[in-house]
Structures are given as structure tokens and as C-alpha cells.
């Protein structure tokens, strides 16, 4: 479907929930239907009379929506699409938590909206190849977007990057990873590979049109992942880990010294990145990850 043919599509739906009796289902419809329209269409003139409606008429009914409604289904879907979804499937479940969280962030739920891409993000993370076959789709999603403060399009850029995630050069390192720790030698990646790659120009939405995959991962061991990654709009290179069985996580700089670790999702820590030696301390076992 076209962009014209979306915003289209959009409005009438918008039109026939505002017509409609002030009833939970009504106000979720809405919702849905004015933050998808304010995805492609950030200043049309229907969202105006939808705010007018959510704000009057239809405010008991989003708020007795809101605390209704509950996405653990569409989120336990997620943690078991490996297995059992095939791609419509997976698809169409994409597609509902992203309505989801475009109606929570359109009606000021914004927390309960990132709270969902918590769980769902670091689950296409960890199954790259299990999304990747939805990558065209995620592009033409945030190609299409007018509006960069839309928190769903986070799901829509973990599905793009999964093309890369389950690539078959991200697959040496890890490997690569696990011999060199069996010698005792750590981890080892050149940055300059990573920000200056000899790659194809592909051009990614999700990475602000950077000229390559903006994650790389250095080392997997069960559920531990370790990644290098380039976040949108920034040119620093972050450590990423998912290490969702740890009950303890350490990041040890260069100087041997603890850092902050940034926790944008459950099961992932951040920390900007720099040449030297890296530890990742999981539940007291020593990763050292040596950049270059």
C-alpha cells in the first residue's frame, strides 16, 4: 500500500471511531488510528478533532482502556516466534505490538509504551534470524515515518539491523571469541573495522542512512551477547550486552575501573566504547574484550 493509500485508509478509519459511541474498544481504535496518521502525517487536520475527542467525550473511555488493555499476549508471542510463528504470522505480530504502542504513546501512555518495546526489542536482538525476513518491510516502515519521536519505530529499526545480526560474518566473531577464551586470550576486534568497514553501501533507516550494519557481535555464550554498535545520529561506538540470566554485571574499563552502565531495555546495558582492554563480568565470570 501506498503512503497516499495509508493516510487514506487512515482517515477513514479515524472518521468512523469519532462517530461512534465513547465505548474502550472506540477510544483504543482511535488512538491507534490518529498515531499511525501522525506517523505519516504529523499536521493533518483530523488528528486536531481526535485530541478534541480524547480530551472530551472520549477520555473515561481511554482511560478504562488503557488500564484493561494488556499486551502480555502479542509479548509472549514474541519469546516463542522462534518456534512456532511463520512469517505472516510474525508479521502480523510485529504489526499489533507497533499499533499497540503507537496508541499508548499517541494518548500520553508513553511509559506503558516503552515499557512493551523493552520486552519486545531485546527479543529480535536475540533471535536476529527469526526477524530478518521482515527487514523490507521494517525499511519501508520507517522510510515512510514524518514523525522521530514515535516510539514504536524502535521496534521497526531492531527488525531492519536483524538482517545484519544474523549475517554470517557476524557469526566469526563470536566463534572466533570463544577459541581465543579458551586460550586465555580474550576477545579481540579492531574498531577500525567497525567504523570504516570495506562493506557494500547499504543504506539503513535505522542507522541514519550510515553506509553499513551499525552492530557487529564480538562474542555470544549462551544467553551472554556482547555487541559493538553505532547508535542513530551518533558517530561513538557503544558496548552492548544482553545478559538476560545474570543476576550480576560488571563492565570494567581500560583503568580496571567499574563504569555506568545505561539500561535502555531489560536485559541490556550500554557503555560508550574506546580502544583498550574491556571486561564484562556476568554472575563473577571474566569476558576480556580487547578494541584496537
Avoid at 573495522?193 to 557481535?217: I, K, M, T, W
Amino acid at each position: 500500500m501506498s503512503r497516499e493509500a495509508e493516510i487514506r485508509h487512515l482517515e477513514k478509519a479515524l472518521q468512523r471511531s469519532l462517530a461512534s459511541n465513547a465505548t474502550p474498544t472506540v477510544a483504543i481504535d482511535l488512538a491507534t488510528s490518529a498515531g499511525l496518521l501522525s506517523r505519516l502525517s504529523p499536521g493533518h487536520p483530523l488528528l486536531g478533532i481526535a485530541e478534541g475527542w480524547i480530551d472530551g467525550p472520549g477520555s473515561a473511555a481511554i482511560s478504562e482502556a488503557i488500564q484493561r488493555f494488556s499486551p502480555e499476549r502479542q509479548l509472549r508471542a514474541f519469546e516463542r516466534a522462534s518456534l512456532e510463528l511463520g512469517p505472516e504470522e510474525r508479521s502480523d505480530l510485529a504489526m499489533a505490538v507497533d499499533e499497540i504502542c503507537v496508541a499508548y504513546h499517541w494518548c500520553g501512555a508513553t511509559g506503558l509504551a516503552r515499557k512493551i518495546l523493552g520486552a519486545a526489542v531485546p527479543s529480535i536482538h536475540a533471535f536476529p534470524e527469526v526477524w530478518s525476513d521482515l527487514h523490507e518491510l521494517a525499511t519501508n516502515i520507517l522510510t515512510g515515518a514524518q514523525a522521530s519521536d514515535d516510539p514504536g519505530l524502535d521496534l521497526w529499526r531492531a527488525i531492519e539491523t536483524s538482517q545484519f545480526d544474523s549475517s554470517d560474518s557476524s557469526e566469526v566473531a563470536p566463534k572466533t571469541g570463544r577459541a581465543r577464551l579458551a586460550l586465555g586470550l580474550g576477545v579481540a576486534f579492531k574498531l577500525s573495522n567497525f567504523l570504516e568497514p570495506e562493506a557494500p553501501d547499504l543504506r539503513l533507516a535505522a542507522a541514519s542512512e550510515l553506509d553499513a550494519p551499525n552492530y557487529e557481535l564480538l562474542f555470544e555464550d549462551g544467553p551472554l551477547k556482547v555487541y559493538l554498535r553505532i547508535r542513530p545520529g551518533e558517530i561513538l561506538p557503544w558496548l552492548m550486552i544482553q545478559a538476560p540470566t545474570a543476576t550480576a554485571l560488571e563492565l570494567l574499563d581500560p583503568d580496571g575501573h567499574q563504569t555506568p552502565l545505561q539500561h535502555p531495555y531489560p536485559d541490556q546495558w550500554e557503555h560508550v566504547a574506546g580502544v583498550g582492554e574491556w571486561t564484562v563480568i556476568a554472575d563473577g565470570r571474566r569476558t576480556p574484550i580487547f578494541l584496537e
